[in-house]
């Protein structure tokens, strides 16, 4: 499944080639199936994760680089978190693909159930592989207390996401009681003087 790796990153800089041509020389018909490769790259790269129990990522520093490795659980969380926001991409683009882009983000803009699920679903991996941090990290007590910031920022993100499933869950569900939670809490902002 190694190759996949190869696979991913052509996938997403075609995409972001084709995107960029279609953008910069007026070319529409290369911005779609661009979307469409970036998304299928960031799946494929969640895929990859969560079937080879292991994602690497390599962080740049100023004074050099090095490599964080995630395996089993947060591997697999990880790959959730791309594979989510791989195929809500895949979806756009094939909602565009079929001329029903603006529909789609109109129905999203006023039903927003499934893109909070998505995101809320997407931070709780994220969260979760953050909270269990790297493998790397297991290995020294001074880097696990050195990872300790991003753990503690994994797990508010994880308590954000349980939040943010539950406000998608009730928008999907109850949608007249998730409008009516909408105006309440809009109500009770401060108002910018005019």
Do not use: N, Q
């Not at 953050?130 to 797990?155: K, M, Q, Y």
């Not at 499933?165 to 998730?178: D, H, I, S, T």
């Amino acid at each position: 499944m190694r190759s996949l790796g190869v696979l991913e990153i052509l996938f997403i800089v075609a995409g972001i080639l084709a995107v960029a041509a279609g953008e910069r020389y007026a070319l529409p018909f290369l911005v779609t199936p661009g979307v469409f490769l970036i998304g299928l790259g960031i799946a494929a790269a969640g895929l990859e994760a969560i079937f080879s129990r292991e994602v690497g990522f390599s962080v740049a520093e100023e004074h050099g680089s090095y490599r964080e490795t995630f395996g089993g659980l947060a591997a697999i969380l990880w790959g959730v978190f791309f594979l989510v926001w791989g195929v809500g991409i895949l979806v756009f683009a094939a909602a565009r693909l079929f001329g029903l882009g603006e529909l789609v983000a109109a129905f999203l803009k006023e039903r927003p159930g499934a893109v909070i699920l998505g995101g809320a679903l997407g931070g709780l991996g994220l969260g979760s592989a953050l909270a269990l941090g790297s493998t790397e990290e297991r290995h020294s007590f001074w880097a696990l207390l050195g990872s300790l910031p991003r753990r503690l920022f994994g797990i508010a993100l994880i308590l954000l996401a349980l939040l943010g499933m539950a406000l998608g869950l009730l928008e999907v569900l109850a949608p007249a009681a998730f409008d009516g939670l909408v105006e309440s809490a809009g109500a009770s902002l401060p108002r910018a003087p005019e």
